[in-house]
């Protein structure tokens, strides 16, 4: 089947600017969670989202958003990006919540910040 | 969220086996250990859990201390495919835990 699917791979915006970037998950899971990793930082929990709610929300700034579609599609926007924002963004569903069932990663969105 | 402390790499040889340790000193009863892996230029795979008992499958064996404390990921046989960044997290059932994985252990594997 069909794994975990991000777009666009690779994308460069200036400061200032916003991005939204999408992931589809594998058919049938309702659960999409997103990550955030820098060589700096390691791999650091966004948020999380379940039957279309937010279940759960990691340490970032409000600029960071999502949504999750009734198909389970989700999507998270940065706005007012800043260079720290630089990262490799991925995404991961889960068939029951991300607590309690197996991820399935992406292969991530490369944002570049100039 | 209970944290785990893992060291920043470890150096292995092709076909010997291999010990990745994770210390959780503050793990709750109802904390499970999960290990993934994440190779070069690929998201991160799951590798196994485990809550109290050791546990095997065809990737790794998952041996936890008694105390819950700390556990080790062992690769029986390291292959140069097994080259990655290793992640030991807590996850509980439960509650919302926020699910970071830290920087893990990377592995190099020589011939």
């Known amino acids: 089947k069909a794994g975990v699917t991000q777009t666009p791979r690779y994308l460069i915006k200036t400061r200032g600017q916003q991005v939204t970037l999408s992931c589809s998950p594998i058919?049938?899971?309702?659960?999409v969670s997103w990550y955030q990793q820098t060589p700096g930082q390691g791999l650091q929990f966004l948020f999380e989202y379940f039957s279309e709610t937010q279940r759960n929300k990691g340490n970032f700034p409000g600029r960071f958003s999502g949504r999750q579609f009734s198909n389970s599609r989700s999507e998270m926007n940065v706005s007012t990006l800043e260079l720290g924002d630089s990262a490799l963004y991925l995404c991961?569903?889960?068939?029951?919540?991300?607590?309690?069932?197996?991820?399935?990663f992406g292969e991530g969105s490369r944002l570049t910040v100039l | 969220d209970a944290k785990t402390t893992q060291p920043n790499s470890m150096e292995s040889n092709e076909e010997e086996p291999v010990h990745l340790p994770c210390n959780h000193s503050?793990?709750?009863?109802?904390?499970?250990i999960h290990w993934y892996r994440q190779l070069p230029s690929q998201g991160p795979e799951y590798v196994i859990h485990?809550?109290?008992s050791n546990v095997n499958n065809r990737m790794a064996s998952l041996a936890i201390a008694e105390d819950r404390k700390s556990s080790t990921l062992i690769l029986h046989r390291a292959t140069l495919r097994d080259a990655a960044v290793y992640y030991c997290?807590?996850?509980?059932?439960?509650?919302?835990?926020?699910?970071?994985f830290g920087k893990g252990t990377m592995l190099l594997v020589s011939p």
């Open positions: 058919s049938g899971h309702r659960s």
């Open positions: 991961a569903s889960s068939l029951v919540t991300a607590n309690t069932g197996e991820l399935f």
């Open positions: 503050t793990i709750s009863g109802t904390d499970y």
């Open positions: 997290i807590l996850r509980n059932n439960s509650g919302y835990s926020t699910l970071t």
């Open positions: 485990g809550l109290t």
